[in-house]
């Protein structure tokens, strides 16, 4: 049944601010290690004391690069800075460090995946950096409000998104794109929850078809991708209800409550005017010129869409299993590590997404904990190949002891275990012999067309080789002595 919410779409563009994974602030030599005691990582400088002058941090501006080639977006070669000037308790300079009318980066796009499959392009409209303020800590004292200026300073790159995006499904992919981008380009751990990604959402609606946009409405707070979701899909619904009752709202700044799923106002928007915006006076201009750019870009890691164009195209597997071993750059760069080592690419998809990831996730292990080297386990795939072993014991006895003891080979752990199948006909004869043997009145059912005995004959001729017996070698054998 159609419904009200029908006649609208959505318009939704994302400001993401990723906090820059360098040993020191932007604009000082401040430490920006997380976790410190407040205010042990401050300086005269990232508190703006009179007569202190910042410098920069040549990390953040390549890491400002690195984030606009990997979204193709052109890279600005004079660039300047400007003071964004507004009062809060966290901001202790009384104005942030940022860029206005230079951005470092301009357009780009990033590829989406949707849940139907396809993809979507999503358009950069600037990335820029800027600094981070300190943190007000509302629930250290009763009566008080407590501020802790140790992320004052710490360098952010903002990526302002085009309003490209119609739904909160969009939105959610775009952001968990964004943080596999940071976190591939080693430039952002992209923790949502410690702050180090934070995302803001600016959405509208409009009736479908219509070419004007609606009232936008900014969106903060938001400490989950699943929460950007759950709070825009809040915001469609509430901006559709009012329109429809035909009660008129205003341009405002909201936040989500988590506990709740709804979003509050918290203030008009701001208008750029209201920033006072001027050129950053200690500050000299820096020029990103082409030798910089290049030498940025050869030290470039493989990005996600190029290995999942490398993974289905050059060795055939399926988007699926792209999907999934390109999903987080750790398991990406062990699976590449890997198929070094073994041609059985699919085999070594198959073990990377099944046995291996699921051992991590039974000990809640990152992949930089996992202890078997990608020698090995290919030295492993190749045992099942060679059918020196079968895929159940190897999965199932020689890959935990692997675990174990991770400086063995997976051949010694199978010679220890006495798992290594039997290939020898003369061996495998004496087995066959052995079952038919024990079981004559079978063996007349199995010739008078009861074709399914072969499997109990199977049974018993692995159960007397205790599992070493090569199954299909074993199978050719008693099918052969059967149906001759």
């Given at each position: 049944m159609a419904s009200v919410y029908d006649k609208y779409e959505a318009v939704i563009g994302l400001e993401i601010h990723a906090q820059l994974l360098t040993k020191s602030k932007a604009y000082s030599s401040d430490s920006t290690t997380f976790g410190a005691s407040p205010n042990t990582q401050v300086s005269a400088i990232s508190l703006g004391h009179p007569g202190t002058l910042p410098h920069h941090n040549r990390k953040v501006i390549e890491y400002a690069?690195?984030?606009?080639?990997?979204?193709e977006s052109t890279i600005r070669e004079y660039n300047y800075y400007a003071r964004k000037n507004y009062f809060y308790a966290d901001l202790p300079k009384g104005y942030q460090i940022t860029q206005d009318k230079t951005p470092i980066c301009n357009g780009g796009f990033v590829n989406i995946k949707l849940k139907d499959g396809t993809t979507k392009k999503v358009g950069i409209t600037r990335i820029h950096m800027e600094e981070d303020a300190g943190k007000s800590m509302h629930d250290q004292d009763l009566y008080d409000t407590l501020v802790d200026y140790n992320r004052a300073g710490v360098p952010l790159i903002?990526?302002?998104?085009?309003?490209d995006m119609r739904s909160a499904d969009e939105a959610y992919a775009y952001v968990s794109e964004m943080r596999k981008l940071v976190r591939y380009l080693d430039i952002c751990d992209g923790n949502m929850e410690e702050g180090s990604l934070r995302c803001d959402a600016n959405v509208s609606v409009r009736l479908k078809g219509a070419q004007e946009y609606g009232t936008k409405v900014e969106v903060k707070n938001m400490n989950s991708i699943s929460n950007v979701k759950r709070a825009i899909e809040y915001e469609i619904i509430r901006q559709i209800d009012l329109i429809e009752a035909g009660k008129p709202f205003t341009s405002e700044t909201r936040s989500f409550d988590a506990m709740k799923g709804t979003t509050f106002s918290m203030r008009s928007k701001e208008e750029a005017n209201d920033y006072r915006y001027f050129p950053e006076p200690d500050l000299p201009p820096f020029i990103a010129n082409q030798a910089m750019v290049d030498e940025i870009?050869?030290?470039?890691?493989a990005l996600p869409d190029a290995?999942?164009?490398?993974?289905?195209?050059e060795l055939g597997l399926s988007a699926y299993d792209a999907q999934v071993l390109t999903d987080t750059k750790e398991v990406a760069l062990?699976?590449?590590?890997l198929i070094h080592h073994t041609s059985n690419t699919k085999a070594a998809a198959n073990w990377v997404m099944g046995a291996v990831k699921s051992y991590l996730n039974e000990n809640a292990l990152e992949m930089a904990d996992f202890t078997i080297v990608p020698e090995n386990l290919a030295a492993l795939i190749q045992l099942i190949d060679d059918n020196k072993i079968s895929n159940s014991v190897a999965s199932q006895r020689v890959f935990p002891a692997m675990i174990e003891s991770p400086e063995k080979s997976p051949l010694s752990i199978a010679q220890e275990l006495n798992v290594l199948q039997e290939s020898d006909s003369a061996f495998l004869e004496g087995l066959v012999d052995q079952v038919l043997s024990s079981m004559p009145d079978k063996v007349e059912e199995y010739k008078n067309g009861k074709k399914g005995l072969l499997g109990l004959f199977m049974g018993q001729l692995m159960k007397l080789s205790q599992g070493k017996a090569d199954p299909k070698e074993s199978s050719r054998l008693l099918s052969e002595r059967l149906d001759g």
């Amino acid at each position: 049944m159609a419904s009200v919410y029908d006649k609208y779409e959505a318009v939704i563009g994302l400001e993401i601010h990723a906090q820059l994974l360098t040993k020191s602030k932007a604009y000082s030599s401040d430490s920006t290690t997380f976790g410190a005691s407040p205010n042990t990582q401050v300086s005269a400088i990232s508190l703006g004391h009179p007569g202190t002058l910042p410098h920069h941090n040549r990390k953040v501006i390549e890491y400002a690069i690195r984030m606009g080639l990997a979204c193709e977006s052109t890279i600005r070669e004079y660039n300047y800075y400007a003071r964004k000037n507004y009062f809060y308790a966290d901001l202790p300079k009384g104005y942030q460090i940022t860029q206005d009318k230079t951005p470092i980066c301009n357009g780009g796009f990033v590829n989406i995946k949707l849940k139907d499959g396809t993809t979507k392009k999503v358009g950069i409209t600037r990335i820029h950096m800027e600094e981070d303020a300190g943190k007000s800590m509302h629930d250290q004292d009763l009566y008080d409000t407590l501020v802790d200026y140790n992320r004052a300073g710490v360098p952010l790159i903002e990526i302002v998104s085009e309003p490209d995006m119609r739904s909160a499904d969009e939105a959610y992919a775009y952001v968990s794109e964004m943080r596999k981008l940071v976190r591939y380009l080693d430039i952002c751990d992209g923790n949502m929850e410690e702050g180090s990604l934070r995302c803001d959402a600016n959405v509208s609606v409009r009736l479908k078809g219509a070419q004007e946009y609606g009232t936008k409405v900014e969106v903060k707070n938001m400490n989950s991708i699943s929460n950007v979701k759950r709070a825009i899909e809040y915001e469609i619904i509430r901006q559709i209800d009012l329109i429809e009752a035909g009660k008129p709202f205003t341009s405002e700044t909201r936040s989500f409550d988590a506990m709740k799923g709804t979003t509050f106002s918290m203030r008009s928007k701001e208008e750029a005017n209201d920033y006072r915006y001027f050129p950053e006076p200690d500050l000299p201009p820096f020029i990103a010129n082409q030798a910089m750019v290049d030498e940025i870009k050869a030290q470039m890691p493989a990005l996600p869409d190029a290995l999942f164009a490398r993974y289905t195209e050059e060795l055939g597997l399926s988007a699926y299993d792209a999907q999934v071993l390109t999903d987080t750059k750790e398991v990406a760069l062990y699976f590449d590590s890997l198929i070094h080592h073994t041609s059985n690419t699919k085999a070594a998809a198959n073990w990377v997404m099944g046995a291996v990831k699921s051992y991590l996730n039974e000990n809640a292990l990152e992949m930089a904990d996992f202890t078997i080297v990608p020698e090995n386990l290919a030295a492993l795939i190749q045992l099942i190949d060679d059918n020196k072993i079968s895929n159940s014991v190897a999965s199932q006895r020689v890959f935990p002891a692997m675990i174990e003891s991770p400086e063995k080979s997976p051949l010694s752990i199978a010679q220890e275990l006495n798992v290594l199948q039997e290939s020898d006909s003369a061996f495998l004869e004496g087995l066959v012999d052995q079952v038919l043997s024990s079981m004559p009145d079978k063996v007349e059912e199995y010739k008078n067309g009861k074709k399914g005995l072969l499997g109990l004959f199977m049974g018993q001729l692995m159960k007397l080789s205790q599992g070493k017996a090569d199954p299909k070698e074993s199978s050719r054998l008693l099918s052969e002595r059967l149906d001759g």
